[in-house]
């Protein structure tokens, strides 16, 4: 069975200041990890993914992800954060065993990002 | 092109009525998945469909029933109503064997 740990509820960062949300992850085989943002009453908005290849992921507003195989880990960063940053990060992950067969997604319980002027 | 799409947004209904919400996925993407969202359970998948076939299923009781149309639109019902299928429901696409799922913006669904 695949899982997520997301162990922070909140982060709390001031505008301009790194922000790191954390996520670990448990999957038989290669995981594919992905990372989404979601505001009050809206669905969920993909910001990246890690599929293979260079470890650190690029993604959406200026957010990044470290995957690291030997920790079983894939935390969000981004260098400079922003008031408007604030919502609600969740991490996924799917077993690349499952590709072309389904799609499911394992979501972590969610951390929610509080950036203060 | 147009995201997913998901009506309606807003629904009330009364325990013991059944629901049906309906999905339009990113044209040519022939995948959906249904995710329930609630605030003591999370995210949770509901199931997955593909090319009109249920290829997945998450551990929902059966009064949580999906389909699939020859043109990819999806809709899911619950029967029976409870107060707690009161949530989020979240609808997501993706090309055959795609790796990424696109959301809709979801459909609340309150139960009375």
């Known amino acids: 069975a695949q899982s997520v740990a997301q162990p922070e509820d909140q982060v709390n960062v001031a505008e301009g200041n790194p922000l790191t949300v954390k996520c670990t992850y448990s999957v038989s085989g290669n995981p594919y990890l992905f990372w989404y943002v979601q505001y009050p009453n809206r669905g969920l908005q993909f910001l990246l993914k890690?599929?293979?290849?260079?470890?650190l992921v690029k993604g959406s507003y200026g957010f990044e992800a470290e995957f690291n195989k030997s920790q079983t880990s894939f935390h969000l960063k981004k260098p400079s954060a922003l008031v408007s940053d604030s919502a609600l990060y969740f991490c996924?992950?799917?077993?690349?065993?499952?590709?072309?067969?389904?799609?499911?997604?394992?979501f972590g319980t969610g951390t929610r990002l509080q950036v203060t002027l | 092109k147009a995201g997913v799409t998901q009506t309606p947004r807003y629904l009330i209904k009364t325990r013991g009525q059944q629901v049906t919400l309906s999905c339009s996925p990113i044209?040519?993407?022939?995948?959906v998945s249904w995710y329930q969202q609630t605030p003591g359970q999370g995210l949770q998948f509901l199931f997955e469909y593909f090319s009109e076939t249920q290829r997945n299923k998450g551990n929902f009781p059966g009064r949580f029933s999906g389909r699939q149309f020859s043109n990819s639109r999806s809709e899911m019902n619950v029967s029976t109503l409870e107060l707690g299928d009161s949530a989020l429901y979240l609808c997501a696409s993706s090309l055959a064997g795609g790796i990424g799922q696109f959301f809709g913006p979801g459909t609340r669904l309150t139960v009375l």
């Open positions: 044209s040519g993407h022939r995948s």
């Open positions: 890690y599929i293979t290849g260079d470890n």
């Open positions: 996924a992950v799917r077993t690349a065993l499952d590709t072309g067969t389904a799609s499911k997604l394992t």
